[in-house]
């Protein structure tokens, strides 16, 4: 039987010979076989493409499973992040084909911009085997930004530029749910061999390991079994490691003894590079007027930026709308209904601190001064200032404050979030709100 990777290069072949190349660029991507047993498929698709494929593909799947095994196949198509995530971050050693990793990412299609130029320059920095410094690497910032396509994109250059290297690429999930399970079937010595036998170690999402006690005990020496060997180390998060909840300190220390990096929801000059190059990408021909409105209404997250072209390419091509301003905003009136936090107001700021705190909004907006509603609308003014693109002088208008308040609250703000956890911890958390 054939690997997954190379069964469904099978199955997009004899796809291919049925529907459009344009078809099979827009709806087949990023489809992957999460299990193949006799007479049962089952692939993985965003969930965006799920209800399509399901409705207007599923006869072509059956008649390409048919034409390469013959008889009647039950397909499931999943779009499940679970899933995925068994097959998207596999053990890589030496006698993998780089290819088992997609080649969508790469460093020739990260748009670079202010807000992630240093984490690039750094992750390329990395993927040089001989340069030991600023080791381990450390890569956080909010979901969709582009820390995983980073990940990948140095797995895939250390791949081709020294194939012989062997390398470990694992979600912390993963590692903690590996451990338990060699705790439990007596294969701790297997185990450690897997991780601590490999030249580079990778692993995406490490906050997860917060708070698990054996997983945290075993990372910590598999950390220091490769540092002591020179051995490059590479996390992502989606916060800095003195954010990282339930985290030993040692191992903090560990995770800040290399170097740090964030990054930032892109400025509009970078989404609007972004959303070209998805639409180049996707055969689109996406007029200028149209990536700027994109870009001006959806500021928080990359994925959504590229979910926007794939949404308004479904209206053009399904429901034969053309490429103009008012079909990119019902695509996009669907998006933000979805998730208002993509291009956050004001009120919707406002309203995210208040529940966070049990406040009214008329208290926090109220000249009261209060400790506690004096700490929240100071909190609510710095993620105002942050999250949108406005003037002192505008935003002392919707709190009914001068501009030196509003410069006052900025700095008092930025001053606790840097020296106490609890306030760092707290803006975390209504940031993930704000952003559903």
């Known amino acids: 039987m054939e690997d997954k990777h190379q069964l469904w290069k099978l199955i997009y072949e004899h796809l291919a010979t049925e529907l459009t190349p344009q078809s099979m660029k827009t709806w087949f991507d990023d489809t992957q076989v999460v299990s193949f047993a006799p007479n049962a498929l089952t692939l993985y698709t965003s ?20 034409s390469l095994y013959g008889g009647t196949f039950d397909i499931h198509i999943t779009d499940d992040a679970n899933a995925m995530e068994v097959i998207k971050m596999p053990l890589i050693d030496s006698q993998l084909d780089p290819d088992c990793l997609s080649e969508q990412y790469s460093f020739n299609n990260f748009i670079v911009g202010k807000s992630n130029e240093f984490a690039h320059a750094a992750a390329w920095a990395t993927t040089n085997v001989t340069n030991t410094t600023n080791n381990p690497l450390f890569i956080y910032g909010d979901s969709g930004l582009g820390k995983t396509h980073l990940l990948y994109a140095m797995i895939n250059k250390i791949k081709h530029d020294t194939p012989d290297s062997t390398l470990c690429a694992v979600t912390a999930e993963n590692f903690t749910n590996e451990i338990i399970s060699a705790i439990r079937t007596n294969k701790t010595k297997e185990f450690r061999e897997k991780y601590r036998l490999v030249d580079m170690l990778f692993v995406d999402d490490i906050q997860f390991i917060g708070g698990k006690d054996y997983a945290m005990e075993e990372f910590f020496n598999t950390f220091n079994e490769l540092y002591m060997n020179n051995n490059k180390l590479v996390f992502t998060s989606d916060r800095p490691p003195k954010e990282i909840p339930m985290l030993t300190d040692r191992l903090r ?15 509009f000059e970078t989404r609007v590079a972004i959303i070209q190059s998805k639409a180049i990408t996707l055969g689109l021909p996406l007029p200028n007027d149209l990536s700027f409105y994109i870009a001006e209404n959806i500021t928080a997250n990359i994925r959504q930026l590229e979910g926007a072209v ?37 009120e919707h700021i406002i309203k995210e601190v208040c529940r966070f705190y049990h406040l009214e909004e008329d208290e926090l907006l109220s000249s009261s001064k209060r400790a506690d509603i004096a700490s929240a609308r100071q909190i609510a003014i710095y993620l105002v200032k942050t999250l949108i693109d406005i003037s002192n002088t505008k935003i002392g208008k919707i ?12 700095s008092q703000v930025q001053n606790k979030k840097d ?7 707290e803006i975390d958390i209504i940031l993930r709100n704000i952003r559903g």
């Open 310 to 346: 794939k949404k308004i390419m479904a209206h053009h091509q399904l429901m034969n709308a053309p490429l103009d301003i008012e079909t990119a905003r019902r695509a996009i009136k669907d998006l933000l209904s979805e998730n208002p936090g993509l291009n956050p107001t004001p």
């Open 399 to 410: 709190f009914n404050r001068d501009h030196s308040t509003i410069t006052h609250s900025m």
């Open 47 to 66: 969930s965006f493409k799920r209800p399509f494929i399901e409705e207007r593909y599923m006869p072509a799947l059956h008649r390409a499973m048919d």
């Open 253 to 267: 220390s560990r995770f800040e003894s290399g170097l740090v990096v964030d990054i930032l929801p892109p400025d």
């Open 419 to 425: 020296n106490d956890d609890r306030t760092a911890r």
